[in-house]
Structure formats: structure tokens, C-alpha cells
């Protein structure tokens, strides 16, 4: 790899940091903002989602200006509506604007996921497109121990500490906008959304510096002809396309039941209910991150060796067996190990879906409809995800958290069956290639 190859890859990724920030900075204000303006459950479910449904909106609308305008601007834009949302967030007045703030920052993170794996995928030669697009997911998990360790060190500086938690965000959306400015745009999209194959080559050529002049000229070939297949003039939702959209919309509904947003939201408060100081709680919270991050690193080392499928696979079983033993520990009230048992589950979702979730959805579809594709399936993940916050503290209120842990167990055990019997394997695969994997020319 060469390295303008990544030094793009990283600053597109920067996205996926800032998408790990905004996601997990609210842990730390959650119960703070509760007691500030005195909110129900219910509301407080509904402030706390308030950003996911912004991803939704941010996801279902993301793949018009990534195909419109391209994958560069978009992701400028990106960078905006996170400036935005951070400043906002920090001087909310009230429940509303807060609210607003957050849905700002939630389109933002819609959006950019869709735009940032959808660009590093379209700028990787297949030998490393894995590595090189879950460089998107190991941003976010980064940005999450950040997230965590910032939460910390800001909780003991009095009553408005949770504002300068929302606000810091603000510093690493301002340098990541800068950055995006020296980005070139995707060769893909110009040669198939702006037809100027001349630019695409010239993009194509920095990239792929071992290719002479002839082989550039043919890959430029293969991925204008790309879009001549039969089903690019088909609608997204055609029978052509089926497998792949049942694939990504399971993988992205999976990704949600496992659990995983409401432990990464409800980190400290579920520690706390496990017995823990509410200082201790926000230390052992740091502990997920630091997981988080190992096994994400794990995981992308090994996704262009072993493949897709195989950590699937493995982050399955690990899910399967760290929930049922958070279920057991608050059935029984054992809470000396559980902590471990929820670093284990972080765990197996670094090393499985975390690290595959991204790249699986943007190589997946062909190139005309990959936008929408990839569009599609963030959209169901954050549908299940708003969905699970919102009713996650009424939840909690309502049942007794061993069933709730339970529940993920058995939404994993259906995953497992699923990657044994219908997952394909992608690795080392052009994106054009994919086309011929699932039959769907």
C-alpha cells in the first residue's frame, strides 16, 4: 500500500471517529441531563435516541448527496453537521434544543456511514479493501475509548460537566473538515456517476502505482462496463438484487440485538446495577473501550486472512457465551466477574460484526447501486438502534435484566445459524467480482 492510499483511508476514517464520539460521549451525560430537567423514562429515552433517529434520517438521505454531489463533498458536509451538533449540545438550554443538537449530529453520523466506508472501499485495490475500510470501525472504537477516558476526566469539574463531555467534540470535527479538503474524489464515481474517465484514471493511477499505463486503462474499462450489466438499469428493490439486500439487512439488524448500543450507551448505569460506585462505573466503562479497540485491531488484521465469514463466526459464539453470562450474574446476583463478562462481549463484537459490519455492506452491492445499497443497510442499523435506546430505560424499569441480557443471547444463537448457513465469503474479491459471487448480473 502506498502512502497516499493511506492517508486517505485514515482521513475518510476520521469519520467513523467522530461517528464513535457522538455515539458514546452521552454515557457520561445520560443521568446527568435525567436529573438536570427532571425527565421521565420515557423522555429520557426519547432524548437519549433523539441522535440515532437522526442517523436514521442521515442514512435512509445519505446515499443522494454521495452519488449527487460525490463521496468527497459529502463527506466535508460530514464534518459540518458534527461541528454543529457538538456546539449545540454543549450550551442546550433545554430538553429541545439538546434534542436538536443530537439529531444533528445523528444525520451527520448517518450519513458518513454511508459515505466514509462506501469511499475506502471504492479507492482500495481487493488485497486490502478489508484492512483498509474497517480503518472506519477501528476510528469509531478508538473514538469510543476517547469518548470514555474524556467522560472521565471532565466528570469531577462540577454541575455543567456534562456539557464539556457534548462539547469537546467540537475540536476533532473542526481538524477532520480541514482534512477532508485534501481528499481526491472517488474514481469510481467519476467514472460512473460523472462519466469522466480521464479524472478516474488519474486517481486510479496514484493509487495503484504498480499498474502500467495498459492495465489502468483496463481497469478503467471494467468499471465503466460495471455499470452497463442489466441490473444497473433495474431499481434498487429488484429480484436481482434480493440476496444482497437480505444479507445486509440481517447483518445490520444482528449488529443492534446483539446489544451492543444499549451496553455501549448504558455502560455506567449498568455497571452501577451491578454494584459499582458511580466513579468506578465510569473507570470500568474505560475498560470497554480499551477492549473494544484490541480486538477491533484483532479483528482487522485478520479479516483479509481468514475472511468475513470466519469472524462472523467466531464473534457469534463469543456473544453467545459472554451474554448468557451476564444473565447468570444478575439472576444470581454474582457481580464479582461481571465486568469481565462484559469486556468478553465487547470482544467478540470487535473481532466479529464490529469489524465486518462496514466493509460487508459496502462491498456488496454492484457499483450502480452501491450507494443506495450501502445506504440501505446502515439505514436498518440504525433503525434497530434508535428503536432499542428509546425503549432500553423503560426496559430496564419494566424487567429484570437477566431476561434482557437473555434475549440478545437468543437473537445471537439465530445470528450463528444464519453466518453458518447462508453467509457468503467475500475476501480478496474486486468489487466488480462480487457481481459474479452473487449471481446477480
Given at each position: 500500500?502506498?502512502?497516499?492510499?493511506?492517508?486517505?483511508?485514515?482521513?475518510?476514517?476520521?469519520?467513523?471517529?467522530?461517528?464513535?464520539?457522538?455515539?458514546v460521549v452521552i454515557s457520561g451525560a445520560e443521568q446527568s441531563v435525567q436529573k438536570l430537567w427532571g425527565l421521565s423514562d420515557a423522555m429520557h429515552g426519547l432524548v437519549l435516541s433523539s441522535a440515532l433517529w437522526g442517523t436514521v434520517i442521515g442514512a435512509v438521505l445519505g446515499s443522494f448527496p454521495t452519488d449527487k454531489f460525490g463521496r468527497?463533498?459529502?463527506?466535508?458536509?460530514?464534518?459540518?453537521?458534527?461541528?454543529?451538533?457538538?456546539?449545540?449540545?454543549?450550551?442546550?438550554?433545554?430538553?429541545?434544543?439538546?434534542?436538536?443538537?443530537?439529531?444533528?449530529?445523528?444525520?451527520?453520523?448517518?450519513?458518513?456511514?454511508?459515505?466514509?466506508?462506501?469511499?475506502?472501499?471504492?479507492?482500495?485495490?481487493?488485497?486490502?479493501?478489508?484492512?483498509?475500510?474497517?480503518?472506519?470501525?477501528?476510528?469509531?472504537?478508538?473514538?469510543?475509548?476517547?469518548?470514555?477516558?474524556?467522560?472521565?476526566?471532565?466528570?469531577?469539574?462540577?454541575?455543567?460537566?456534562?456539557?464539556?463531555?457534548?462539547?469537546?467534540?467540537?475540536?476533532?470535527?473542526?481538524?477532520?473538515?480541514?482534512?477532508?479538503?485534501?481528499?481526491?474524489?472517488?474514481?469510481?464515481?467519476?467514472?460512473?456517476?460523472?462519466?469522466?474517465?480521464?479524472?478516474?484514471?488519474?486517481?486510479?493511477?496514484?493509487?495503484?502505482?504498480?499498474?502500467?499505463?495498459?492495465?489502468?486503462?483496463?481497469?478503467?474499462?471494467?468499471?465503466?462496463?460495471?455499470?452497463?450489466?442489466?441490473?444497473?438499469?433495474?431499481?434498487?428493490?429488484?429480484?436481482?438484487?434480493?440476496?444482497?439486500?437480505?444479507?445486509?439487512?440481517?447483518?445490520?439488524?444482528?449488529?443492534?440485538?446483539?446489544?451492543?448500543?444499549?451496553?455501549?450507551?448504558?455502560?455506567?448505569?449498568?455497571?452501577?446495577?451491578?454494584?459499582?460506585?458511580?466513579?468506578?462505573?465510569?473507570?470500568?466503562?474505560?475498560?470497554?473501550?480499551?477492549?473494544?479497540?484490541?480486538?477491533?485491531?484483532?479483528?482487522?488484521?485478520?479479516?483479509?486472512?481468514?475472511?468475513?465469514?470466519?469472524?462472523?463466526?467466531?464473534?457469534?459464539?463469543?456473544?453467545?457465551?459472554?451474554?448468557?453470562?451476564?444473565?447468570?450474574?444478575?439472576?444470581?446476583?454474582?457481580?464479582?466477574?461481571?465486568?469481565?463478562?462484559?469486556?468478553?462481549?465487547?470482544?467478540?463484537?470487535?473481532?466479529?460484526?464490529g469489524a465486518v459490519i462496514w466493509v460487508f455492506i459496502a462491498e456488496i452491492f454492484p457499483s450502480r447501486h452501491r450507494a443506495h445499497g450501502t445506504s440501505f443497510g446502515v439505514s436498518v442499523h440504525w433503525v434497530f438502534a434508535a428503536v432499542i435506546t428509546l425503549i432500553f430505560p423503560i426496559t430496564v424499569s419494566s424487567f429484570a435484566t437477566?431476561?434482557?441480557?437473555?434475549?440478545?443471547?437468543?437473537?445471537?444463537?439465530?445470528?450463528?445459524?444464519?453466518?453458518?448457513?447462508?453467509?457468503?465469503?467475500?475476501?480478496?474479491?474486486?468489487?466488480?467480482?462480487?457481481?459474479?459471487?452473487?449471481?446477480?448480473?
Open positions: 500500500m502506498n502512502r497516499k492510499l493511506i492517508l486517505w483511508s485514515l482521513i475518510s476514517a476520521l469519520s467513523g471517529f467522530l461517528f464513535g464520539f457522538d455515539t468527497k463533498q459529502t463527506l466535508v458536509w460530514i464534518g459540518v453537521l458534527y461541528f454543529v451538533s457538538a456546539l449545540g449540545s454543549a450550551i442546550a438550554p433545554d430538553p429541545a434544543v439538546l434534542m436538536i443538537a443530537r439529531f444533528i449530529g445523528g444525520v451527520g453520523i448517518g450519513i458518513s456511514t454511508v459515505a466514509g466506508p462506501l469511499y475506502i472501499s471504492e479507492i482500495s485495490p481487493p488485497k486490502h479493501r478489508g484492512r483498509l475500510t474497517g480503518l472506519y470501525q477501528f476510528n469509531l472504537v478508538f473514538a469510543i475509548l476517547v469518548a470514555f477516558v474524556s467522560n472521565a476526566l471532565l466528570s469531577g469539574i462540577g454541575e455543567n460537566a456534562w456539557r464539556w463531555m457534548l462539547g469537546v467534540e467540537a475540536i476533532p470535527a473542526l481538524l477532520y473538515t480541514v482534512f477532508c479538503f485534501g481528499l481526491p474524489e472517488s474514481p469510481r464515481w467519476l467514472i460512473l456517476n460523472k462519466r469522466d474517465n480521464e479524472a478516474g484514471k488519474a486517481v486510479l493511477r496514484q493509487i495503484n502505482t504498480d499498474m502500467n499505463e495498459a492495465e489502468l486503462d483496463q481497469l478503467v474499462k471494467e468499471i465503466a462496463d460495471s455499470g452497463q450489466h442489466e441490473v444497473s438499469r433495474h431499481r434498487f428493490f429488484a429480484k436481482q438484487l434480493m440476496k444482497p439486500i437480505m444479507l445486509v439487512f440481517l447483518l445490520s439488524a444482528f449488529n443492534q440485538l446483539s446489544g451492543i448500543n444499549a451496553v455501549l450507551y448504558f455502560a455506567p448505569r449498568i455497571f452501577e446495577m451491578a454494584g459499582l460506585a458511580e466513579r468506578s462505573a465510569l473507570l470500568q466503562s474505560i475498560g470497554i473501550g480499551v477492549t473494544n479497540v484490541i480486538f477491533t485491531f484483532i479483528g482487522l488484521y485478520l479479516i483479509d486472512k481468514v475472511g468475513r465469514r470466519i469472524l462472523l463466526l467466531i464473534g457469534s459464539v463469543g456473544y453467545i457465551t459472554s451474554l448468557a453470562l451476564c444473565a447468570w450474574s444478575f439472576a444470581t446476583e454474582s457481580f464479582t466477574y461481571m465486568p469481565y463478562f462484559i469486556f468478553a462481549f465487547i470482544g467478540s463484537h470487535g473481532i466479529g460484526q437477566q431476561y434482557i441480557f437473555g434475549f440478545f443471547c437468543v437473537m445471537m444463537v439465530f445470528q450463528l445459524i444464519w453466518v453458518i448457513f447462508i453467509v457468503p465469503e467475500t475476501k480478496g474479491r474486486s468489487l466488480e467480482e462480487m457481481e459474479e459471487i452473487l449471481a446477480i448480473k
